[in-house]
């Protein structure tokens, strides 16, 4: 089946303008997450949605970062106010649940955000 | 916190011979999960093996095998027959409570003809 999509694959903008990131996890998965890969912090956790819980929002670097998930299913990460520094590759992954045998995560191909 | 290191930023084999990558963790937690995944230039995080720590055999997956030491908090990957295709980053990534992954800062891992 269809595996974890995103968009665009790649965002070019300047600074000081808002973007937004769009992740559609594999269908019936209903949980998913966001991470941030960059050169100088490696692999960072951002924000974690599981059902109709509150999302984990502990990773979020800054009040900049906000993320939403619509009807349980494509989620949206918004950075207000582009910073350099907000410049690296966002990864959604999502996982059939959390629990024991369910919690394997699987990885969309990542959007590739530079700010000029 | 927890918190995963991989020792090795690089790491090198001839085509079909065997390399072996390290990973330990840090935890206090008793009950836990250790993934190893692969990315390629792609960008895709690809799955490669997933380990639980309350099972005491060690996870294998084709040509992909781990060595699990959890006393020693180590999770190792050893690739066997190595192809090309198998040139790409690896981040070994440990899950605990939370349903977070925590990552270790990678091993580029580069196959020779």
Sequence with gaps: GAGVSQSPSNKVTEKGKDVELRCDPISGHTALYWYRQSLGQGLEFLIYFQGNSAPDKSGLPSDRFSAERTGGSVSTLTIQRTQQEDSAVYLCASSLGSGRGTDTQYFGPGTRLTVL | ?113
């Design chain 2, 1 to 113: 916190a927890q918190t995963v290191t991989q020792s090795q930023p690089e790491m090198s084999v001839q085509e079909a011979e065997t390399v072996t990558l390290s990973c330990t963790y840090d935890t206090s937690e008793s009950d836990y999960y250790l993934f190893w995944y692969k990315q390629p230039p792609s960008r895709q995080m690809i799955l490669v093996i997933r380990q639980e720590a309350y099972k005491q055999q060690n996870a294998t997956e084709n040509r992909f095998s781990v060595n699990f030491q959890k006393a020693a908090k180590s999770f190792s990957l050893k690739i066997s027959d190595s192809q090309l295709g198998d040139a790409a980053m690896y981040f070994c990534a440990y899950r605990g409570s939370g349903s977070r992954l925590t990552f270790g800062e990678g091993t580029q891992l580069t196959v020779n003809p």
